[in-house]
């Protein structure tokens, strides 16, 4: 089965700084790759998915962007944070299909100040 | 349009106490597939179930089992005998084939005291 390694576990970033958050995966190949954000007490909201190496789906636009440098290795960026930016920052990892489970990371906890 | 959604944003028991948590979904589509996951206070996302929508038996594991029904669009969740590592937030989710994306609900915020 596949493990998931988000790193860093936890993050307090000034506004305007640049951000990297990096998700690798292990026991499995060309997986469907996904970020996710959870706001506070909030509900799960779909950044990006990636279907293989350098694709990337963008679902909300904003001052993120997404890279899929390697098979099995997702980047979460950005240039200039935001104190919106602030949240919760889970990958998932899935099968070919997009209906398939989705298994998710430990997390990294993003604190814009 | 696709939507989940879990009425109950928090539930308080005692344990041993049995408690069902609600999933109600909406879709169109035919063919789809409804998940429940567990958000412990570490954070990361524990999967529990996949149910496909042609698959409407019903479900145990341990103290865990999930009701299906397609008459009434829900998907409910009920843990028997709850314990203090049961407390959690609970996630139901959605996806189907039209939309690719897993819809999740708000999550229902389960405490069980001692």
Same mark, same amino acid.
């Given at each position: ?12 970033? /000034?506004?305007?700084? /640049?951000?990297?958050?990096? !998700? ?17 007490? *909030? ?17 909300? /636009? ?5 890279? *899929?440098?390697?098979? *099995? ?19 998932? !990892? ?20 | ?90 996630? !139901? ?22």
């Amino acid at each position: 089965s596949q493990t998931i390694h988000q790193w860093p576990a936890t993050l307090v970033q /000034p506004v305007g700084s /640049p951000l990297s958050l990096e !998700c690798t995966v292990e026991g499995t190949s060309n997986p469907n790759l996904y970020w996710y954000r959870q706001a506070a007490g *909030r509900g799960l909201q779909l950044l990006f998915y990636s279907v293989g190496i350098g694709q990337i789906s963008s679902e909300v /636009p904003q001052n993120l962007s997404a890279s *899929r440098p390697q098979d *099995r290795q997702f980047i979460l960026s950005s240039k200039k944070l935001l104190l919106s930016d602030s949240g919760f920052y889970l990958c998932a !990892c899935g099968q070919a299909a997009a209906t398939d489970t989705q298994y998710f990371g430990p997390g990294t906890r993003l604190t814009v100040l | 349009a696709q939507k989940v959604t879990q009425a109950q944003t928090e539930i308080s028991v005692v344990e041993k106490e049995d408690v069902t948590l609600d999933c109600v979904y909406e879709t169109r589509d035919t063919t789809y597939y409804l998940f429940w996951y567990k958000q412990p206070p570490s954070g990361e996302l524990v999967f529990l179930i996949r149910r496909n929508s042609f698959d409407e038996q019903n479900e145990i594991s341990g103290r865990y089992s999930w009701n299906f029904q397609k008459s009434t669009s829900s998907f409910n969740f009920t843990i028997t005998a709850s314990q203090v590592v049961d407390s959690a937030v609970y996630f !139901c989710a959605l996806i189907t084939y039209n939309t690719d994306k897993l819809i999740f609900g708000t999550g229902t915020r389960l405490q069980v005291f001692p």
